[in-house]
């Protein structure tokens, strides 16, 4: 997933386009799942189950989506495992949801009425849900409704819409939100299949995380399977006004009609991405690999859901320069979807080896500098952040000990540090022997869900110890428990990251801007270090100079977008403001606005403003992002207006160290 990493610096995302080229590949059988799951030792603090005792193997859900209600009714039947005969309860992660009835499967197949109890909410966690069952039944069913407030559904008028014909509802079920949608064992050291049938109004086409049929005709009753088994936050679900188009035998794209043939010249390049990645790691293993392209409201830029990765709007520029997002959902396909994260403190599992995986598939596709501008800019972002972090989650394994938000354990240290440790590897071992390793930890660890302890186990028997004085013992402790960056840590250069900061460097001293034809050629990347590397504020004639010849007030690309608004309202240039407004008002994702509205709060006319685009733009936002902003709003403690900035000196803004 690409979530909201911090509000200062956040990663880059952005490639040059690929060459189509279509290919088959039969489906890979999955491997046999370990004896009942045997998974994380150590326990998820974020999920009420009890994995120790029961785990849910399959569930089936039986569900209706009401679009004017804004819930979702039905039945869930779980096939469990009892891997404790002395115990009696089942215990379930619920949030928001309405619980009419809970039955247990008799031995002779009859449904029986079973006792139960909803605990109060905990803010975070939800409702704890405790099933009384004395017979260990091997199937439970509960029947529920949700609320239409579900922190992870949002339900959209057809106005809020592309097309604006028809509404339009999804799901976003990662850290712990799938919990509000459906009652489950909602921690990723569960992994179970599944099959839906989903009935919903006869206009919209429904899709899930699972087999979806290309051919498929809208009418309104829909069935679903999905074979391999996943963690609860895969789970997911969308319908709306959404049209097929094929990219190659096993990828497509799925959005609104409106949508749809940009959406597939954006990224018409996906197939070679799969092909790359499955050079360096093995078979792709979910069959099929679509993109389901939202409305802008969705809060994050995708979301890995297997054989169906959710995809913002926001990376559509018509250039194909943010279409790397599509290759770090896509790595997720083997790092998070295939070996998961047993829960939230040993996030990097998931998010530092897809970073890592990410950067490989730009590398192999565009060439080291392309991926070398990308480093950089996630690393400079990482270390002005870090600093400011509690020194507990600068671990990539966060101790026990230590109190973690599920939503904040993706963090960039997570993705960036986490990333950084396995360049470090491959740079100690040798990218052929790395390489080799992570192919065969893939394999090893396919469909299950692990902590840092087993990887560290698996990669002291089938890397280190195979390499012995290659690294040390204290080098991995560092890396992985300690806080901050190993001084050791490897470095990376950007050779046109210096022309960048020499044309930058060369506007500040003497206001001549670099000659068209340098930055005619730029790319994404280096208009973002351009941007990233300014300082904190400038001259409104500065900001004028620069608007005039780039035009980045209206820009369509939005990781420019939340650069540019961000320092405009810290200096003071009230030109952008009406661009500013209708930005944050249209898109929801949460990277490109929060610094946005991070910088409006800090005085009270920007605090007046971000409250009059919120008020305008909440109806769209999903619950998420909802949250985030109002509390941001409501814990603001705005400063008087500045005064107006000086011109700074060319010393003055220096850049920063590159990695």
């Not at 997720?332 to 979807?337: L, Q, R």
């Not at 022309?499 to 068209?516: C, H, K, N």
Request: glycine residues 6%; proline residues 7%.
């Amino acid at each position: 997933m690409r979530p909201l990493r911090s509000a200062a610096g956040l990663l880059a995302l952005a490639v040059l386009a690929l060459t189509a080229c279509n290919r088959d590949a039969a489906p890979a059988a999955e491997p046999a799942a370990p004896p009942a799951q045997a998974a994380a030792v150590d326990r998820d603090e974020h999920s009420y189950a009890e994995p120790d005792k029961v785990v849910t193997e399959d569930l089936a859900l039986d569900i209706a989506l009401d679009f004017d209600a804004k819930t979702i009714a039905g039945t869930a039947t779980y096939t469990l495992q009892w891997t404790d005969q002395a115990a009696t309860q089942l215990v379930l992660d619920t949030r928001d949801l309405t619980i009419s009835k809970v039955e247990g499967e008799a031995a002779g197949g009859q449904w029986q009425p079973l006792q139960y109890a909803l605990a109060d909410a905990d803010a975070t966690l939800g409702s704890k849900l405790t099933i009384e069952t004395p017979e260990r039944n091997a199937k439970v069913r509960v029947t529920y409704v949700t609320s239409p407030d579900a922190s992870g559904l949002q339900w959209l008028t057809p106005e809020m819409t592309e097309g604006k014909q028809l509404p339009f509802m999804f799901s976003q079920s990662q850290q712990i939100h799938a919990r509000s949608w459906v009652p489950l064992q909602d921690t990723p050291a569960i992994r179970y299949t599944y099959t839906a049938h989903v009935t919903a109004r006869p206009d919209v086409m429904v899709l899930m995380s699972a087999d979806n049929d290309p051919a498929a005709q809208r009418d309104g009753d829909y069935s679903f399977k999905m074979p391999q088994k996943i963690p609860s936050y895969l789970m997911a679900i969308a319908a709306g006004d959404l049209v097929f188009q094929e990219i190659s035998g096993r990828a497509g794209v799925w959005a609104e009609p409106a949508m749809i043939d940009r959406a597939v010249a954006e990224f018409a390049d996906t197939e070679k991405m799969i092909e790359v990645t499955e050079q360096l790691y093995g078979p792709y293993r979910w069959e099929r690999y679509d993109l389901l392209i939202l409305p802008p409201s969705f809060p994050y830029g995708g979301m890995e859901n297997p054989r169906l990765s959710f995809i913002t709007p926001t990376v559509i520029v018509g250039d194909k320069s943010l279409v790397s997002l599509i290759a770090h959902e896509l790595a997720h396909s083997w790092s998070g979807n295939l070996v998961t994260f047993s829960s939230a403190k040993h996030g990097w599992l998931n998010e530092g080896f897809t970073s890592y995986v990410e950067n490989r598939i730009v590398e192999s596709l565009y060439g080291k500098e392309v991926s070398d501008m990308e480093y950089v800019i996630a690393r400079n972002s990482l270390r002005e952040n870090i600093a400011s972090m509690p020194e507990g989650t600068q671990a990539l394994a966060v101790k026990p000990d230590v109190a973690l938000d599920a939503d904040d354990a993706l963090s960039a240290v997570s993705y960036d540090k986490g990333a950084w440790f396995l360049q470090f590897l491959e740079q100690r071992f040798g990218r052929e022997n790395f390489d080799t390793f992570l192919r065969g930890y893939f394999d090893h660890f396919a469909f299950q869900s692990i902590t840092t302890e087993q990887f560290l186990a698996y990669a002291k028997e089938n890397l280190f110890d195979k390499f012995p004085d290659t690294v040390t013992d204290a080098e991995i402790q560092e890396w992985v428990y300690a806080p901050g960056i190993p001084g050791y840590a490897p470095q990376v250069m950007s050779r046109n990251f210096g022309i960048v900061d020499s044309a930058r460097l060369a506007w500040l001293g003497s206001a001549q801007l670099p000659p068209r034809q340098i930055t005619d050629a730029w790319s994404t990347q280096e208009w973002l270090h351009f941007l990233e590397s300014l300082p904190p504020t400038l001259t409104v004639e500065q900001l004028a100079q620069l608007d005039e010849a780039y035009t980045f007030t209206g820009t369509d690309n939005g990781e420019i977008a939340m650069r540019w608004y961000p320092l405009a309202v810290r200096s003071g240039y009230t030109q952008a403001n009406e661009a500013l407004a209708e930005f944050t008002t249209r898109v929801g994702r949460r990277k490109l606005i929060m610094p946005i509205y991070t910088a409006l709060v800090q005085t009270e006319a920007g605090l007046a403003l971000a409250k009059q685009i919120f008020e305008t733009a909440r109806p769209g936002y999903h619950p998420i992002t909802t949250g985030s902003v109002e509390t941001l709003i409501n814990e603001a403690k705005p400063a008087p207006a500045p005064a107006p900035a000086e011109t700074p000196a060319a010393d003055a803004a220096a850049p920063a160290p590159a990695n």
